[in-house]
């Protein structure tokens, strides 16, 4: 190798062993960006009150009852402690990305208008010593997962780093679980209908992966393995479309009265009631139930969906009712 070349070996290899050097120096830390609300730092704990104004939406407001959050509106009933969690863990932790317009004419295009066909949701906390925070939501950025916002009582609009996610409407605040009772759990239920007739679904151990039909014929099967499941499983993850305390609602006589029995000893009695085309399910009596499997509360009516009200009353009989 001549000696031209050896020397252009050699820069070469002292240009890469500099660029190595160069990429594996220190890197100076990014700046650390600022948080939306800085007044809200350290104390969510203090926070005695939101408020929800949606565009065409009832204004919905949350009060913190010692431990829980409550929805005054409807009697003082439970928040979705989800619901509110993630909440306020977005206003406190969002920190601004970039600066948007100042401009109030502009702030239509991101959704943060203060009224009109672009007008932002508007959540207000209460604290302590009437201190208000206002925050103005606007549209999601059409990149990322951030979100456009403001304060209220300044016009520059700023791009998060966090999407601020409101339910919509005042029922998807509340908490709607009516019962979360495992399907492992669950022993027996019992559906005695108006018209006198009863079936009875129940398994001997909660090994077991699908229950038996007590009023079945000797010489009759289901139609399938799981047909009698759907019993049980509908105690396992069971939301209210709608509910009302049970001193405003009059029913009339029932169409069904259940009973859902566990292996550890746990007992839950109520009724379903048809209004119009609704179907309304009360919790009457409970025993040795945790409160987590049963959430729902014995002096409130819960309207279930129609699919709802057929798993427990009309898919087993209908079943049943087929020529094997």
């Keep these: 190798m001549g000696r031209k070349s050896l020397s252009l070996l050699a820069l070469l290899i002292l240009l890469l062993g500099g660029a190595y050097f160069w990429l594996q120096r220190p890197q100076p830390a990014s700046p650390e960006r600022e948080v939306l609300l800085p007044d809200l730092q350290g104390r969510v704990a203090e926070v005695a009150a939101i408020e929800v104004t949606a565009p065409g939406q009832p204004k919905v407001r949350l009060v913190r009852r010692e431990q829980a959050w409550v929805v005054p509106a409807k009697a003082d009933y439970p928040a979705d402690p989800g619901a509110v969690g993630t909440l306020l863990r977005a206003l406190v932790e969002t920190r601004k990305v970039e600066a948007k317009t100042r401009n109030p004419q502009l702030h239509g295009q991101l959704g943060l208008a203060a009224e009109g066909e672009q007008q932002a949701t508007k959540v207000r906390l209460e604290l302590p010593a009437q201190k208000l925070i206002d925050v103005l939501v606007g549209k999601s950025a059409q990149q990322g997962s951030g979100q456009y916002v403001r304060l209220a009582d300044d016009d520059q609009a700023w791009l998060i780093d966090k999407a601020v996610d409101l339910p919509q409407g005042e029922l998807h605040w509340l908490d709607r679980r009516v019962a ?145």
């Design 180 to 324: 979360a009772i495992p399907f492992d759990a669950i022993r027996q239920v019992e559906v005695r209908l108006r018209k006198g007739e009863t079936f009875t679904v129940f398994r001997d151990k909660a090994e077991e992966p699908n229950f038996k039909v007590r009023q079945l014929p000797a010489d009759a099967k289901l139609p399938y393995e799981a047909a009698a499941n759907g019993m049980a499983s509908l105690f396992g993850h069971l939301d209210f479309a709608d509910a009302a305390p049970l001193d405003q609602v009059k029913f009339k006589e029932p169409l069904l009265d259940y009973e859902v029995q566990t292996f550890a000893g746990g007992r839950l009695k109520g009724a379903l009631y048809q209004q119009g085309e609704h179907y309304w399910m009360t919790l009457a009596e409970r025993d040795k139930l945790e409160a987590e499997q049963l959430p729902g509360r014995a002096d409130w009516a819960y309207r279930i969906e129609q699919y709802q009200y057929r798993a427990l009353a009309v898919a087993l009989k209908e079943a049943l009712a087929k020529k094997q």
